[in-house]
T-cell receptor
Framework: KAGVTQTPRYLIKTRGQQVTLSCSPI?????VSWYQQTPGQGLQFLFE???????NKGNFPGRFSGRQFSNSRSEMNVSTLELGDSALYLC?????????????FGPGTRLTVL | GENVEQHPSTLSVQEGDSAVIKCTYS??????FPWYKQELGKGPQLIID?????GEKKDQRIAVTLNKTAKHFSLHITETQPEDSAVYFC?????????????FGTGTQLKVEL
């Protein structure tokens, strides 16, 4: 079974631009979560989607948004990019969205903001 | 919200020795505790997880213990090998955090020396 896939793997943007990242979960998984990983803040939860509905949101500004499609694929968008948005963005999928459901991570998208 | 502390931040062991990484959590409602291994340039890979109705779980050279009273859990790796060198993250989730949200520790850089 194929794992979680994320595209693109690398992105370079300039301040003020916006970016869209894509995540395809493991086949059959209905929950997708997004995390931001930086050297300073570590791994931080962005948001979670299940059946096209945002179920949970982390403590990030409104510039960070996401959505989930009927096939469970998800996208996240960051508008008005800032230098501090440079990070590895990780997507994780799970079969359901219970608190004890195992999450499997993709390889991430490395975003660099210049 | 949940807070997870992880120690040590770096750990160096000789090949064949054991390695122990410890985490504490703050939210008594947390009931799921996964451990992830992250190699350079890759996303976190689940290596073992434990749920609050279990005190210990073992998978070959890897074991995790959970003490709900003290709110701490530990990862034990025996007979370490060079390929065990990576960054290890503990995490917690539960009803207090809502849904699938994982709160991560700050990571432990494990180096297995020949």
């Amino acid at each position: 079974k194929a794992g979680v896939t994320q595209t693109p793997r690398y992105l370079i943007k300039t301040r003020g631009q916006q970016v869209t990242l894509s995540c395809s979960p493991i086949s059959g998984h209905r929950s997708v979560s997004w995390y931001q990983q930086t050297p300073g803040q570590g791994l931080q939860f962005l948001f979670e989607y299940f059946s096209e509905t945002q179920r949970n949101k982390g403590n990030f500004p409104g510039r960070f948004s996401g959505r989930q499609f009927s096939n469970s694929r998800s996208e996240m968008n960051v508008s008005t990019l800032e230098l501090g948005d440079s990070a590895l963005y990780l997507c994780a999928s799970s079969f359901l969205a219970g608190t004890t459901d195992t999450q499997y991570f993709g390889p991430g998208t490395r975003l660099t903001v210049l | 919200g949940e807070n997870v502390e992880q120690h040590p931040s770096t750990l160096s062991v000789q090949e064949g020795d054991s390695a122990v990484i410890k985490c504490t959590y703050s939210d008594s409602a947390s009931n799921y505790f996964p451990w992830y291994k992250q190699e350079l340039g890759k996303g976190p890979q689940l290596i073992i997880d434990i749920r609050s109705n279990v005190g210990e779980k073992k998978d070959q050279r890897i074991a995790v213990t959970l003490n709900k009273t003290a709110k701490h859990f530990s990862l034990h790796i025996t007979e370490t090998q060079p390929e065990d060198s990576a960054v290890y993250f503990c995490a917690a989730s539960g009803e207090g955090g809502g849904g699938n949200k994982l709160t991560f520790g700050t990571g432990t850089q494990l180096k297995v020396e020949l």
